[in-house]
Every structure is written in C-alpha cells, then in structure tokens.
C-alpha cells in the first residue's frame, strides 16, 4: 500500500490502514490554503551565493528517512529552481551558507484548528476523514559567523475513506504519494518565498 512507502508510523496512519483493510479505498486530498507560490516572484538577491542544501522528513519530530530519501531529490531541485542561489549542493558550499529544510508530520488535533493551523476545514480524525499536518521549517546562515534566519510554514493532506464526501478547499489527488509531492512542493515554495523577503538574507 502507498503509505506505506513513506515509513508512516504515527497511529493515525496506523488506524487509517486498518480501516482501509476493513472498508476499501481512501482517497488523499492537498488542502488549499497553502498555496504554491512561482520563483518568479521570490526576491532574488545580488549577487547570487552558492549554498549546502539540507532536507529532513520527521514524523512527529522524528526522522522519518524513507520520506526523506522519497522527498530529497524533489526539494532539492526545488532550491536550485528557486534562483536564490549561484549553486546548490548537498556538500559544503564556498563561504559557509547553508539551507537547512525540515518538513514535520504532525498530528492535527482540534486545538491546533482553534489556533488557525489551517482555514476553512473541520478536520482532525473524526468519522471516515484523517488528516495529517505538515511544518516546514527553512533554517539558512549566511558564513559560519551569521546569525540563523528562520522561516515556517504549514500544510495539511486530508484523506477520506469510503464514500465519506471531500473536504471542501481542497486539491484531490490520484494517491498518496502525489499528495505527498504536491504538498511538499507547495509548502517549501512559501518557505523560500519568506526567505527570500527577509531583510537579512543575502
């Protein structure tokens, strides 16, 4: 089964696989208030620096690395997509900087919607619907003596089972490992976008 691909293994995902087992398919959907944002409107800096790029995976703050190695090479050609950067590698960079990128599946729990984790969707496991969070977290230095510039953002993938009906907001996807992708590619890009408008970095 696809979820399993990711090494989940937070008791959401583990009561949704036997429900699944139990009652048939489940249908994966990208929430919509995060939306994905083009390089085209990042701030780019001048001039252009080469920077070590660093991607994670946890699941609840734990590293996850079957989604990190599923996720890696996406994120990392994201960075070198932005044109933020001279140069991205997954090695030392000349000069010291360093981009450091953590996505956290977390699980989203009523508080978490009380405090406006996502608009506009009741969600949380409830009835036939689970929904997982996400926090990326882009951390970047400039040399080895600057201060770190931090930026986050938040995300959420709902999944439905049996003929519960779709949340409304929300992108379906054709499974889960293109929610996961889509997800990502939406929530990292806000991430680089932040950074890219802080005054600090360079």
Known sequence: MDIMRFGFTTYRWAILLSIVL????????????????????????????PVQALFEFQSDGTANDAATNFLKAQVIEQIKLSGLFSEVSEE???GGALLSITLNNIAVTDEAYSKGFVT??????????????????????????SAPIEKRARHAIHTTLGNSSAPSNAT???????????????????????????????
């Open 22 to 49: 139990l009652s048939g398919c489940a249908t994966s959907y990208v929430d919509g208030s995060t939306k994905e944002i083009s390089p085209s409107q990042f701030n780019k800096p001048e001039p252009l620096h």
């Open 120 to 145: 506009g969707l009741t969600f949380g496991l409830a009835g036939s619907q689970v929904t997982d969070g996400y926090i990326c977290t882009a951390s970047y230095v400039h040399d080895t003596s």
């Open 92 to 94: 030392p960079a000349q």
């Open 172 to 202: 379906k996807a054709e499974n889960v490992e293109q929610a996961v992708t889509l997800m990502t590619r939406q929530v990292v890009s806000n991430v680089l976008n932040d950074l890219s408008y802080d005054p600090a970095f360079k």
